[in-house]
């Protein structure tokens, strides 16, 4: 029996074995194996036609749809590398990100084209534009070849670039504590290894049906599809409002796993749940940060017969441990254990390995860790690091992801999430760089200093606040400064409060605001 190791054959595969089986659900439309095979095939043809070379990036700024899907998948089965962006993400930062990675090719929809339009001029190695079937006409945007979704997959086939399994498949974006967003570089190994080890703890099988709630520019959201593909199963797109839509969703679909950030899981326990999903809801699954504890109680006393898994990643390595549900019980606050496949150190500063219950720092090992950030030496050398006292004759270093996360492990090997070693916020399941978003209220001009900085918070794990001073010579309209972030970011960036203050703000050693003192006088004055 064939095996994949490229990430196209997840589709491949399970198309061979069984064609008319149901892989997406997206409404009231639903795609088969061997039709999403087909489309995938005819993806890459287009790709081809228009001459992309192996390893240039294809941009995909879509919701969640099938063409999303079928992008994604058929980018890296011409021999591209796809990119998604976040749905939610304005222009400017979608432009950004395509600046960054030098993207050739943009998928999107002709609603999002026009929004784009103004930033896709600036984007100078951009070259094609593909629009999804509309009524709307094609816009003309200088130097870009404007072609819809149908023309490209009516190309003549073509062979795709010859790649293996340790080239580049995907950019992943997340926020980084310098401001801008890093790609994280992961290869077909990365992505297809990580989706066999979640599949088989998980036991995912070809009668499963999974709930793709997360976005799909997300390690996580992505996950569900790899999984899902790998063993042959249903996964359900879904574009939510409101929580109780996931609810009506999983009733609806009859989803047997559902995997899921701490806000929603949040959200969603305190909502009435029909008794009959969990006769078939098999599994949820937590990722993206810890679940309270009383959350986790709530959503277990509406699913007695679901199974839960509390688990840990970083888009560095894609997924790190999980905790088998039968230990939940003993061991509620904890990360669990390494995935399959995997092995996590807990570390001291000087690469010694900790005693069991010293906070050290997470470091992951094996076929999950990623490439580096793209383009971004510095940052890579950073996160992605020798491990020390490996074998002295070994003259290749073995490179493991360096988390910077603090945890502890236990006299039985379970690990304990501590603390986060730099100062990102986690709101909402995103990590969003505090940098980021003053760089954006600087931006409006409304404000003369500010800084932003993360405060728990019962629903959103970390709410956003910032302190701001006025400009010079005026007063600072805290409303308008308001509308103007939800204008520019968002939602989850959109600060929860903002505190108007007389410049200037204390400063480090280094020159440069003072965020801890400013973050601990906050908590002290509101605690």
Known sequence: ???????????????????????????????????????????ANGLMALGLARGERVGIYLEKRFETVISSFGAPAAGGVFVPLN??????????????????VLVTSPERAALLQPVLTQCHDLRHLVVLDGSQPLPEIGGLNMLRWSELLAAPARAGHRVIDTDMVAILYTSGSTGKPKGVVLSHRNMVAGAK??????????????????????????SQLTTAFHAGARVVLLNYLLP??????LEKEKVTGLTAVPPLYIQLSQLDWPATITEH????????????????????????KTKPFLMYGLTEAFRSTYLPPEEVDRRPDSIGKAIPNAEILVLREDGTPC?????????????????????????????????????AGLVIPELAVFSGDTVKMDEQGFLYF???????IKTSGYRVSPTEVEEILYATKLVGECVAFGVEHPALGQAIQVIATPPA??????????????????????????????????????GKIDRKTLSTEWSERHG
């Open 87 to 104: 749905p939610l993400l304005k222009p400017e930062q979608v432009g950004y990100i395509l600046r960054d990675c030098n993207v050739r």
């Open 355 to 391: 005693a069991p219950n010293e906070p050290g720092e997470l470091v992951h090992r094996g076929a999950l860790v990623g490439m580096g950030y793209w383009n971004d030496p510095e940052k890579t050398a950073e996160r992605y690091k020798p491990l020390p006292g490996r074998e």
């Open 1 to 43: 029996m064939r095996d994949s190791y490229l990430l196209p054959q997840l589709i491949t595969l399970s198309a061979e074995r069984a064609p008319e089986a149901v892989a997406l659900t997206y409404g009231k439309l639903s795609l088969s194996y061997g039709d999403l095979q087909a489309a995938v095939t005819a993806f």
């Open 418 to 424: 501590v603390g986060r070693r730099d100062e990102m």
């Open 244 to 249: 109780r839509d996931v609810i009506k969703a």
């Open 473 to 510: 010579g005026g007063a600072l309209d805290v409303e308008m400064l308001l509308a103007e972030c939800r204008a520019r970011m968002p939602a989850y960036m959109v600060p929860a409060g903002i505190d108007v203050r007389p410049g200037p703000l204390p400063r480090n050693p280094n």
């Open 197 to 222: 080890s979640v599949a088989s703890y998980l036991e995912n099988h070809a009668g499963d049906t999974l709930l793709a709630a997360l976005p799909l520019s997300f390690d996580a959201g992505f």
């Open 281 to 304: 809801l098999r599994y949820f699954a937590n990722t993206g940060g810890r679940m309270p504890r009383e959350t986790l109680a709530a959503l277990r006393a509406r699913l007695p």
